[in-house]
């Protein structure tokens, strides 16, 4: 079963944008992470926020979390070519196992 | 250079057979996943473990083994029981244990499995 699910599915922006995905979840967790892969390749890790943070900010990434909605969003300010990729999140809860949503596909246009 | 490694980086399995996906770290983590990605889709979870010798089911095990006799290496046998195989396999590693503290999950780069 899917823990995370992330919306949009896909997202097209101009470059010099913002661009905001969003994550929501089941259970409690112990913490929640983002991650980046770009086709056919590993995943990479972004940030971490754990449960009883509300944000936490990384370059030009800002992730948010709220535990009562059982949802986070990342936000990347000032998008570039090289941002496109598809962005997972990932919930890390009471069992310890870490399960992954089904990722938004994000592409920056020129 | 520390890191995960998975290989081979492609595999074709002709039906029926049995095919092992190796997957080694030289990073001292505790814990070990196995993920298969389908197309356009995310990351299931197959098997994870916490410690060497012990390791537990994923959402979706069967057809699936695993083995944790060293912390360093995580092998994935594909049986032939797995009636879709054909997947993007990926394996993680992370420093958290059962207990431990929450860090993040170092990727290896994916065992692409063609069934043929």
């Known amino acids: 079963s899917q823990q995370g699910e992330e919306d949009p599915q896909a997202l097209s922006i101009q470059e010099g944008e913002n661009a905001t995905m969003n994550c929501s979840y089941k259970t409690s967790i112990n913490n929640l992470q983002w991650y980046r892969q770009n086709s056919g390749r590993g995943l990479v890790h972004l940030i971490l926020i754990r449960s009883n943070e509300r944000e936490k900010h990384s370059g030009r990434l800002r992730v948010t979390l709220d535990t009562s909605k059982k949802s986070s969003s990342l936000l990347i300010t000032a998008s570039r070519a090289a941002d496109t990729a598809s962005y997972f999140c990932a919930t890390d809860a009471t069992d310890d196992k870490i399960i992954f949503g089904k990722g938004t596909r994000l592409h920056i246009l020129p | 250079d520390g890191g995960i490694t998975q290989s081979p980086k492609y595999l074709f399995r002709k039906e029926g057979q049995n095919v092992t996906l190796s997957c080694e770290q030289n990073l001292n983590h505790d814990a070990m996943y196995w993920y298969r990605q389908d197309p356009g889709q995310g990351l299931r979870l197959i098997y994870y473990?916490?410690?060497?010798?012990?390791?537990q089911k994923g959402d979706i095990a069967e057809g699936y083994s695993v083995s944790r006799e060293k912390k360093e290496s995580f092998p994935l046998t594909v049986t032939s029981a797995q009636k879709n195989p054909t997947a993007f396999y990926l394996c993680?590693?992370?420093?958290?244990?059962?207990?431990?503290?929450?860090?993040?999950?170092?990727f290896g780069q994916g065992t692409r499995l063609t069934v043929v």
């Open positions: 993680a590693s992370s420093m958290e244990g059962k207990g431990g503290i929450d860090t993040e999950a170092f």
């Open positions: 473990s916490q410690i060497v010798n012990d390791f």
